[in-house]
């Protein structure tokens, strides 16, 4: 019996070790977002004047800060300075600031190098030869401060005039961006890994409520973690846990128990493997968590528009119809023209999404048919026409790829259509779509180029890849980030390719796909 | 009233847009989060709706930025984004109320209707002032009217045209005088807007709408309010 508690207690261990890996991936997760969160407030302290109007005025183009705090080496505040006239957010600052400030917290956190000053005093007075060029070392960092609801951020920057500037982070913001960087909720069910779901990851702040789960196991109250580990700064007051199922342990553990008839060396070997395989695949599933939050996030919110227009537009033809007036049928036909091409952008993007799910089941097959390529592409072109239209988009055609060829339509007008529709979303501002065809004995090519921003230099690498979009703020177009690697993957299933090709102005995208094999032939 | 609307797309934008007008409210659109603040400090609305995601700034910068400088004007969103999370956001941010896509036009309809309600109590307004047309008895402030057990939803425009009625009981008023008093002089109705919406009014509003007693109807002239008094 002691050979099974041992192996019990050798069990517990591994299962320890396997989630204090999947903690780490997730501190590791966190710690990326304040590192990133940390350089763009960097950026802004640079940008920080000491006249109140201009910090006003960085305040209002500054939706991450809510409040700008300036101190200088003795801890007196120079901004907002309560004996000037303040604001009413900066006067309610002050008035929750009274303690953090009083208590000089924040200037003895803050001077970090505390001989900085002496040292340049000494430089400009002569008794040093050289004064530090640079500011001191640890020049910027994070400031935690508890104050009402609960831990609020401040990002500092000491500057060279050694006056320390505080940026205030807007609490709902950094809370919702850092969830949104997290796992979903509930995860998908994993197939070769049972135990992944039979978990619950929790993020707990100091007052010990939890801020954020995620995980299919629904813990019963007051069940203590299996592993419960510290956040990185500055969470550092945060905390980590893995719950799991006490009887996870305990069946793995009675497994044990019949592995001791045939062999106890083995069932080791076995858990280790599978310890492995969970790390291994988890570590996957981590790093993969947040594109995929973003990528449902996308779907949802790109599905629901062509949604919401259709619904409302419906409801609004039934109040015609109830309530007829004089231009009925003319209201009538608008919105019936609205709930048509809103379904049509609804079924592409189903069609997308669809796609992506068989491309990932490796259950895309080609059917080919005798296809005009030019006939294809103004069929396209004419099915966004109302679209291209409302948004002052011309269309330009140079089509020379009028015969027939082998291609599974279906999947080149998905191409087509997701180029298109990044026009469409990303590059309106340039007016212009331009679609060239040409056609050899092998293979035809299809150019569809816009005039509008572009894409960055340092982004062209990564378009294809699934989850990518140029941006993903809220305050960019919205997307689902799998058009342009759907279009790739269909292409070159295709035989093909498509590439993006140099262009003067906006971009451009290049589709070349062969001929099925019976045409080539013929 | 008027009313800031952000929303990026444009169907979406121009469908609410003409929900909110039906509904009697002046309407200022704006296409991304930069135009909504422009609009925002030189309209000065009285109530905001905003959707999340927006080009130039997402509607949540946008909510910081009104309620900075206007902290008690209501604002609503309007967004895809269901996820408790945004919910959370979205009201510590100060947010009045959201409403979910895909929507319908009778939710957005008594959304607006409830945030008009608070708007009146949030500018003194009293909510249980009154007045009584034949057996009904309107509250203006309430967008309501009340026959004994039965209350009716009525709209902003609703309420501005019985007002208007009701100031002028016993004169008839012509229907370019109720279309500028209820529609605004930059209105260009046709011919029918005017009795369409007079006769939706009466359905809900009058006992019998085939033989009206609160709203009638001079032939040639226009429509006619009667204190029961004077029959």
């Known amino acids: 019996m002691r050979v099974v508690r041992d192996d019990e207690v050798s069990l517990q261990r591994k299962f320890e070790d396997v989630f204090a890996v999947q903690i780490r991936d997730i501190d590791r997760i966190i710690s990326q977002h304040f590192e990133t969160l940390s350089n763009e407030l960097s950026e802004t302290a640079r940008q920080v004047e000491d ?64 001989d900085y000053d002496q040292r340049r005093q000494a430089a400009t007075t002569g008794k040093t030869e050289t004064a530090p060029n640079h500011p001191p070392r640890a020049s910027e960092g994070w400031h935690v401060w508890y104050w ?36 979903e909720t509930v995860n998908q069910k994993h197939d070769k890994i049972p135990a992944a779901s039979t978990s619950r990851f929790r993020l707990v702040d100091s007052m010990g409520d939890s801020v954020y789960e995620w995980g299919e196991y629904e813990p019963p109250e007051e069940s203590s973690p299996l592993v419960d580990s510290a956040v990185s700064a500055p969470l550092a007051s945060w905390r980590l846990q893995a719950v799991v199922p006490e009887n996870l342990i305990a069946v793995q553990s009675s497994g044990i128990v019949f592995q001791l008839v045939t062999g106890i060396v083995a069932a080791t070997v076995a858990l280790s493997v599978l310890a492995t395989f969970f790390w291994r695949e988890y570590s996957r599933e981590v790093r993969q968590a947040s594109q995929r939050v973003s990528f449902v996030n996308q779907v949802s919110h790109e599905l629901k528009t062509p949604l919401t227009n259709i619904r409302m537009y419906a409801d609004l033809l039934a109040d015609d119809l109830d309530n007829p007036d004089g231009h009925a049928g003319d209201k009538a036909s608008d919105r019936l023209r609205v709930i048509v091409s809103e379904s049509q952008r609804l079924s592409r993007l189903i069609s997308n999404v669809l796609t992506f799910g068989r491309q990932q089941r490796e259950a895309l097959v080609l059917r080919y048919r005798e296809v005009s390529v030019d006939e294809l592409v103004q069929r396209v072109v004419k099915q966004f026409a109302p679209t291209l239209e409302r948004l002052a988009i011309t269309t330009e055609l140079t089509l020379d790829a009028s ?52 894409i960055p230099i340092a982004m062209q690498h990564a378009v294809f890849k699934p989850f990518i979009r140029v941006s993903s703020r809220l305050e960019d177009p ?27 102005k906006g971009a451009s995208f290049c589709v070349e796909l062969r001929a099925s094999e019976e045409d080539r032939k013929s | 009233m008027k009313v800031l609307l952000a929303e990026d797309d444009e169907l979406t934008r121009h469908g609410l847009a003409e929900i909110l007008a039906s509904e009697g ?18 309209e000065v609305p009285d109530f905001v709706c905003l959707d999340i995601m927006m080009p130039e700034r997402s509607g949540y910068d946008v909510c910081r930025s009104i309620r900075s400088t206007h902290p008690d004007i209501p604002i609503i969103f309007i967004s895809a984004k269901s996820e ?13 109320d959201f409403i979910v896509k895909p929507f319908g036009v009778r939710e957005v ?3 607006i209707r409830a945030v008009t309600r608070r708007c009146h109590v949030a500018r003194g307004v009293n909510p249980a002032a009154s007045f009584t047309m034949s057996d ?21 425009r609703d309420v501005q045209i019985l007002e208007l009625l009701h100031r002028n009981a016993g004169q008839v008023l012509d229907r370019n005088t109720i279309f500028n008093h209820s529609w605004g002089e930059d209105y260009f109705p046709n011919s029918r807007t005017l009795d369409q919406h007079i006769s939706q009014l009466r359905k809900r509003i009058e006992v019998d709408p085939k033989s009206p007693r609160i709203i009638r109807t001079v032939h040639g002239a226009g429509y006619r309010f009667e204190l029961e008094s004077k029959n």
């Not at chain 1, 505080?166 to 949104?180: H, K, S, Y």
């Not at chain 1, 998905?414 to 004995?441: F, H």
């Open chain 1, 51 to 114: 006249h109140p109007v201009d910090i006003r005025a960085l305040l209002r183009e500054s939706p991450q800060v809510r409040q700008i705090i300036i101190l200088d080496h003795t801890g007196t505040v120079l901004h907002p300075d309560p004996t000037t006239e303040l604001n009413l957010n900066e006067r309610e600052f002050l008035h929750e600031a009274q303690e953090l400030i009083r208590d000089r917290d924040l200037i003895h956190a803050w001077r970090a190098d505390s």
């Open chain 1, 478 to 504: 919205a997307g689902t980030g799998i058009g342009l690697s759907i279009a790739r993957d269909l292409a070159r299933l295709h035989g093909g390719e498509l590439r993006m090709t140099d262009s003067a």
């Open chain 1, 403 to 454: 015969q027939t060829v082998s291609l599974d339509d279906d999947v080149v007008e998905q191409i087509l259509v997701n180029l298109i529709s990044n026009v469409e979303k990303y590059a309106a501002d340039g007016g212009l779509l331009k679609i060239s065809t040409s056609r050899t004995a092998t293979s035809v090519t299809i150019i569809v180029a816009d005039a509008g921003p572009g």
């Open chain 2, 136 to 156: 009904i008895e309107i509250f203006p402030a309430e967008l309501r009217a009340v026959r004994g057990e039965q209350t009716v939803e009525l709209s902003l």
């Open chain 1, 148 to 183: 009402g609801r609960g831990i609020h951020l401040i990002y500092w920057q000491r500057r060279v005039d050694g006056n320390v500037v505080g940026l205030l982070v807007e609490r709902g913001r950094w809370m919702a961006d850092l969830i949104a960087a997290l796992p």
């Open chain 2, 84 to 96: 408790e999370i945004d919910k959370v956001v979205g009201f510590e941010l100060g947010a009045d």
């Open chain 2, 109 to 111: 309809v008594a959304r």
């Open chain 2, 25 to 42: 409210y002046q309407v200022v659109q704006a296409s991304d989060g930069a135009a909504a603040l422009e609009h925002f400090a030189n």
